[in-house]
């Protein structure tokens, strides 16, 4: 299994997973080019993609909707309550067969990887994190969620490598400059995941991952150092093999 993230942050957020012989992305909120880029990096080619996953309607995660659908014959799968205004924004006309639907808390089939797409608490319609398994290897995906409901943690047991959300300080979002009603959103229960819920999450887990790639960081209330530091705290390293810090601005990879 492989994970590579192209970005991930408030600026935009794209991640290619491999499960056996099926590529497929998630989200697609960076340019074509970065695209083009993190490919070149992978070693996969565009047409070799089964399908991108969109994980909810923010700009972050759907940006490059409109060029890369224009740019390339990717296919979409993309939440069914938003679909009407997904397709629009894409410029695609009835969707041109490339669209298809899912409802949160259902499960799919994409080539040989299934899909089980279950809510999260966030302010976009449907936004879900995503359970993906192939070949006997499993995958977690969640970002942009205001709490930790109280499915997720069985949901997140036993998977090889978890994608997990740690955004901010909530002491750093408190003091800093954004408007009253930005930190209100972010701190909220529909807003982001501080590290320290992340870490809580993780180290509550009886079966935990082999590896964590932490992503969504904000770059003002937050940092891979910061995050590092409550990672040792908790005693991280002891439950988990890997650990990684995907960015806004460079390639993470992670293989096992
Ligand atoms: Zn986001
Ligand atoms: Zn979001």
Redesign the pocket.
């Known amino acids: 299994m492989r994970l590579i993230n192209f970005a991930s942050g408030?600026k935009g957020?794209s991640t290619l997973v491999t499960l056996g012989e099926t590529h497929l992305l998630i989200d697609c909120g960076i340019s074509f080019r970065r695209l083009q880029l993190g490919l070149n990096f992978a070693g996969v080619a565009l047409d070799d993609i089964e399908a991108v996953i969109i994980t909810h309607t923010?700009s972050?995660?759907i940006g490059g909707l409109p060029v890369w659908f224009r740019k390339s014959h990717l296919k979409f799968l993309v939440p069914e309550l938003a679909a009407r205004s997904i397709v629009r924004m894409a410029g695609a006309g009835n969707g041109d067969g490339r669209f298809a639907y899912f409802r949160a808390g259902r499960d799919y089939r994409l080539a040989d990887v299934e899909l089980n797409a279950f809510p999260v608490s966030h302010d976009a319609p449907e936004t879900v994190g995503l359970k993906l398994v192939g070949e006997g290897e499993r995958l977690a995906y969640v970002?942009?969620l205001g709490v930790v409901a109280e499915d997720i943690p069985r949901l997140l047991e036993r998977q090889d490598v978890i994608f997990l959300e740690a955004n901010h300080e909530p002491e750093l979002v408190a003091a800093c400059s954004y408007p009253a009603l930005t930190k209100k959103r972010i701190l909220g229960p529909r807003g982001h995941l501080s590290n320290q819920q992340a870490l809580a999450l993780l180290t509550g887990l009886a079966f935990p991952p082999r590896a964590v790639v932490f992503g969504?960081l904000s770059e003002n209330n937050n940092s891979p150092e910061l995050l590092q530091s409550r990672a040792v705290e908790c005693e991280l390293e002891r439950r988990v093999e890997h650990v990684a810090v995907a960015s806004q601005r460079r390639v993470t990879s992670v293989e096992l």
Request: proline share 0%; hydrophobic share 0%; aromatic share 0%.
């Open positions: 408030s957020n923010h972050d995660h970002t942009d969504h």
